[in-house]
């Protein structure tokens, strides 16, 4: 048995089918290639010299960030950062909307009601009270 030069190879056809198994599941790339037994650069490394995996890697991503999303509750928070427009979200939306309108029984509260902080916005009504006590 004669041996080569160098490392064996880690990352396999079992590791890389393992690797685009768990991204396409929806794991995030590092914490699937901890899994597949690499190091988290091995597949980004093959993914810029191996045509086919690159290929293959885009696919997985796609379905795993669909995977993700599936798995994201239907709720406000999916109505306003994933633009979900379902029933369900919009009716989700529309309660918490309401709720949050209903505890403020419609008073504007003066944001600068007692403000003494020498701020930006502040520094005409400052100079106006300087040069009244310098005179």
């Given at each position: 048995m004669t041996r080569g030069r160098g490392r064996p190879a880690q990352f396999t056809a079992d590791a890389r089918q393992r690797f685009l198994d768990e991204v396409a599941?929806?794991?995030?790339?590092?914490n699937a290639a901890r899994l597949?037994?690499?190091h988290h650069n091995v597949?980004?490394?093959h993914a810029r010299t191996d045509a086919a995996f690159a290929q293959a890697l885009d696919t997985a991503k796609r379905r795993g960030r669909a995977a993700r999303q599936d798995a994201i509750p239907h709720?406000?928070?999916r109505y306003n950062h994933?633009?979900?427009r379902c029933g369900k979200c919009r009716k989700a939306a529309t309660?918490?909307?309401?709720?949050?309108?209903?505890?403020?029984?419609?008073?504007?509260?003066d944001l600068d009601a007692g403000r003494k902080s020498p701020t930006s916005f502040l520094l005409p009504?400052?100079?106006?009270?300087?040069?009244?006590?310098a005179a």
């Open positions: 599941a929806g794991v995030r790339l590092a597949a037994g690499v597949p980004a490394r709720d406000e928070s994933l633009k979900c309660t918490a909307r309401a709720g949050r309108r209903a505890t403020t029984d419609g008073q504007v509260h009504l400052l100079s106006s009270e300087t040069s009244r006590t």
